[in-house]
């Protein structure tokens, strides 16, 4: 009894941990919970983040320069051969005069202790380059902010694909339906004589197609969405279901509201003006690098000697200490500064034209997103009504054929005129909310 509750334990636990994986593979996400979770997930965000954090600690480095540079040395030497020194004979007791006579003055083994402290006290460049880290930290925030619309972007592009494809599967499987049950029915006729066999033989033609369709539209839905996952950064083998259906992208048009929108400022704006900031900021820099350096520094030290290694723990350690200041003034460096300088001049004068540049292009986007919106729009609207009319003559041609004054060819090119009326108005449909996305990105809010 007791080993048959203990199993029945175990299966549980075991159902409910398969389960548990079951459900942190599965997602079900409309599309704003799309992009929260690809604004924490997507692999570019991730890096620009970091990129961001790189950021802060080049200013953290930069910033170091400027405080007291701290240093301790150790160190011991082993003099194998002492080296002769040679000394006149006057200056050696008892030596014969007229002569040199070798002396060794090195010990055999040596030791010393240093500690010196370098405190820059004036550098043309050190405070430039402070302004420049954090000039380069504020473009690396527009770099993030910029990585996030373009991710937001390619999510909404990415989920709407998968709607239209998930549509379209579904109109491809429904027209399918609806000749499977036409071939039915023109079997009976044909048992009945009220039909020919190339009335069935047409049908099981158009059958036969619909089924490979069907297959390619499900492999282009499955394709999809593996897309739209690698753009949230949710993992492949992870099943995502979408909560919207293309219902929401036809009822998610505030048209004049928007063609109506001036548009805010553009992130690129302000990417490309602080990369002219920057390169400003390093021309000022080799600019300074014409004035002098001055850095104080101090030194203390330790030494002791000995005939062997005992004696460095038994002699006396002999301090010694130097306080001294450095000048370092540029005099000539074969016009490498100059030649910087006029690097940067030209770097400057680039990107002002880039910045021109990109202004002139935001408006140009700005127009041709608008005009594509509007184009979109109308062609929206005319496959819409072909639709509609599609749908009433294939009914019409069913009517006839259940009432026996139409034939089943008839009934056969409305259904392909219906799917190919249906198709084209959800393209024109995916086509209007891309359409959208572009002109709501070329005005700056995009979110």
């Known amino acids: 009894m007791k080993s048959s509750l203990k199993y029945a334990v175990l299966v549980m636990f075991a159902i409910m941990a398969q389960h548990k994986v079951f459900a942190q593979n599965r997602f079900e996400f409309s ?41 301790i040395d150790a160190g011991a030497s082993h003099n194998m051969i002492i080296p002769i020194t040679p000394l006149p004979s006057e200056l050696v ?11 060794q003055f090195s010990p055999a083994y040596l030791a010393n202790v240093t500690g010196t402290v370098r405190q820059m006290i004036f550098n043309g460049s050190y405070f430039v380059g402070l302004q420049a880290a954090k000039t380069f930290r504020e473009l690396s925030d527009f770099d993030r902010v910029k990585t996030e619309i373009d991710v937001v972007e390619s999510v909404k592009k990415a989920y709407y694909s998968v709607l239209v ?51 390619r539209a ?11 996952k690698l753009q949230m950064g949710m993992p492949m083998n ?16 505030e048209i004049e509201v928007l063609l109506q929108e001036q548009g805010q400022r553009r992130i690129e704006l302000d990417q490309v003006e602080t990369t002219l900031k920057l390169a400003n900021l390093d021309l000022r820099n080799n600019r300074a690098q014409y004035l002098p350096r001055l850095d104080a520094n101090y030194t203390y030290q330790r030494n002791t000697f000995g005939g062997s290694v005992a004696d460095l723990t038994r002699n006396n350690w002999f301090p010694g200490s130097i306080l001294g200041v450095t000048l370092q003034i540029p005099v000539f460096d074969g016009l490498l500064k100059a030649s910087r300088i006029q690097q940067n ?9 880039q910045r ?54 008839e009934v056969v090119d409305a259904d392909a005129a219906l799917k190919e009326a249906e198709t084209n108005y959800y393209s024109a449909l995916y086509d209007a909310v891309i359409a959208k996305v572009d002109l709501e990105k070329a005005l700056g809010i995009l979110k």
Do not use: C, Y
């Open 31 to 71: 599309l704003e919970e799309s992009i929260r979770f690809a604004l924490e997930n997507n692999v570019e965000v991730k890096n620009a983040i970091l990129d961001n954090a790189a950021a802060k600690a080049t200013i953290a480095e930069t910033r170091s320069e400027g405080l007291p540079q701290i240093n």
């Open 93 to 103: 007791e008892g030596a014969p005069p007229g002569e040199f006579v070798g002396v």
């Open 165 to 215: 494809n998930e549509e379209r599967e579904g109109l491809i499987n429904s027209n399918k339906v609806r000749i499977e049950a036409l071939l039915k029915e023109t079997n009976v006729l044909f048992e009945e004589g009220f039909a020919e066999r190339i009335d069935v033989s047409r049908i099981k033609v158009q059958l036969n197609n619909l089924k490979t369709e069907l297959d």
């Open 218 to 228: 499900r492999t282009a839905t499955d394709v999809s969405k593996q897309l739209l």
């Open 238 to 253: 992870a099943e995502l279901i979408l909560e919207d259906k293309v219902s929401v992208l036809e009822d998610d048009f």
């Open 345 to 353: 001049k030209i770097q400057v004068r680039q990107l002002e034209n």
């Open 356 to 409: 021109e540049f990109t202004r002139d292009n935001i408006e140009l986007e700005r127009f041709q997103s608008r005009a594509n919106l509007i184009n979109s729009l109308n062609a929206l609207e005319v496959q819409r009504e072909n639709r509609e009319l599609a749908e009433e003559v294939f009914n019409i041609a069913r009517i006839k054929f259940q009432e026996g004054v139409g034939s089943n060819l």
